[in-house]
């Protein structure tokens, strides 16, 4: 067997779309699963909808994700000349002709077909005329001669066989009378010039399967092996639309999900491996095969994604996730005002103040908002919540509690809470009295990791002057 080569071949005419990153995935995952090669092709023929910038956001967009690609990226533009050539070698060999129809003729073809109620099909009109008798000064577009007869067969590997009657795919263009290439064909030469082993991408490119099989076979070149994997629709069942996740892959970045998550979400989507749900991507490249990929269309489901990012948050080492969230601040809407405030001292508090958080935060966003107590500026703003646990009551306990913090030497968690539960116990108050109007002080909320654990994390220091704050 040669080596694998798979492709992504996006259109630079928008961001990188969730499901042009699953296409993505599928391609690198089984690339890296047999030890070949994935390549990435820029579709950059349509010249009016093509832009530098909907490229770098595409490249952009698979970096984030972790998904490599080998050698540069390869624009299918540059190779106009090579599609031409491959176009006029099969008028050479008789598998395909210039066909003069013209504009009002192809109109009145398609009229015709309506009213008989047929599919508009282009009726073969040049596909036997002798060359001579081009219109003089004509350009002529080259026009694939399709068998008429039999059927032209997909042997997917997801969809299985798929058949095509060949009386419904008709003599297709392959290059413009302007010397452009279609689509269809640039496509063909390009995978095979590239080596292209497998191609794996959405299902709504079965039908283009089947007319490029017909390129293949009249160039007697090899088919690639053909995956078209389904679409991905809403939690509803409905194609997928902006509500429901038809996001650019930037989005999920700024939602603060991490790119491991998404990768094993987007895996799961259309794909699986047993019972596996939470799986690295290791696991997913030790394991992907294509006859995995489900048949039906896969449903998109942002509760599903944020339980995975929480699971792969709190899987994460520390320091790991420390970093994975300093890179994330510049995209997060929260995370300027973060990462303005974040000098040395705060930092230190972050990574010891970790493995609480990750406890508790579904997304970046969450854990940034959480962690905002550690880079909060003295004295804290409180939020609403916290506002009303701080009342009178709430402050007069924090002034009797303060004088016992002040005595203790040795500042860590279990000293602070002995305190905690001594002075309780002594007032005849329950826990939660002194821990709530405690939090609210050290943090500005009413929720946080705990209570002890903070005080741990912010130090003596910085906490005894916290609760002076309130209750100055
Ligand atoms: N450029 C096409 C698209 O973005 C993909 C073509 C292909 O994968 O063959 O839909």
Redesign the pocket.
């Known amino acids: 067997m040669p080596p694998v080569v798979t492709r992504f071949?996006?259109?630079p005419t928008g961001f990188l779309h969730i499901g042009g990153a699953r296409t993505a995935l599928f391609n690198w995952l089984y690339s890296e699963h047999t030890g070949g090669k994935m390549l990435l092709r820029i579709?950059d023929t349509d010249r009016e909808r093509s832009t530098e910038a909907a490229t770098a956001a595409i490249i952009d967009g698979l970096t984030w994700l972790g998904l490599t690609w080998d050698g540069e990226p390869i624009s299918q533009y540059a190779r106009a000349t090579r599609h031409r050539e491959v176009a006029e070698e099969l008028v050479r060999m008789g598998k395909a002709y210039y066909c003069y129809a013209t504009p009002a003729e192809l109109e009145e073809m398609r009229e015709k077909a309506r009213a008989e109620g047929r599919p508009p099909r282009y009726d073969g009109r040049w596909r036997d005329r002798d060359p001579s008798e081009a219109p003089a000064g004509a350009k002529g577009a080259i026009r694939i001669k399709a068998p008429t007869e039999g059927e032209t067969i997909v042997h997917d590997r997801v969809q299985g066989e798929v058949r095509f009657p060949n009386k419904d795919l008709d003599d297709f263009i392959i290059l413009r009378s302007d010397g452009n290439p279609t689509y269809m064909h640039a496509?063909v030469v390009d995978d095979h010039d590239m080596g292209v082993t497998h191609?794996i991408?959405g299902d709504d490119?079965l039908t283009n399967g089947a007319r490029q099989t017909i390129i293949y076979d009249a160039m007697g070149w090899p088919v690639p092996v053909m995956a078209h994997i389904p679409l991905i629709h809403g939690a509803d069942g409905a194609k997928l639309s902006k509500r429901h996740g038809a996001l650019g892959v930037d989005a999920y970045r700024a939602m603060g999900y991490l790119p491991a998550a998404l990768r094993n979400y987007l895996a799961r989507l259309g794909w699986s491996h047993g019972d596996d749900e939470i799986m690295s991507t290791e696991d997913m490249v030790r394991w992907f095969e294509i006859e995995d990929v489900n048949k039906g269309a896969a449903r998109f489901d942002f509760q599903k994604l944020e339980a995975l990012n929480a699971t792969h948050m709190r899987r994460m080492e520390d320091a790991a996730l420390f970093d994975a969230l300093i890179t994330s601040l510049p995209y997060l809407p929260n995370g300027a005002d973060f990462a303005a405030k974040l000098d040395e001292a705060a930092k230190a508090r972050l990574l010891r103040a970790m493995p609480g958080l990750k406890e508790r935060a579904r997304t970046l966003i969450e854990l940034t908002d959480s962690a905002a107590f550690l880079v909060a500026e003295r004295p804290l703003q409180l939020d609403e919540k916290a506002a009303a646990i701080l009342d009178e009551d709430s402050r007069s306990m924090l002034r009797h509690l303060l004088p016992e913090f002040q005595k203790v030497g040795d500042w860590s968690a279990a000293s602070t809470e002995a305190v905690v539960r001594t002075f309780a116990e002594t007032n005849g108050l329950k826990l939660g009295k002194v821990a709530q109007p405690l939090r609210a002080a050290l943090t500005g909320k009413s929720t946080s990791p705990g209570v002890f654990d903070v005080l741990d994390v912010l130090g003596r220091d910085e906490s005894l002057m916290r609760i002076e704050d309130q209750i100055g």
């Open positions: 071949a996006p259109s579709e496509v191609i991408r490119h």
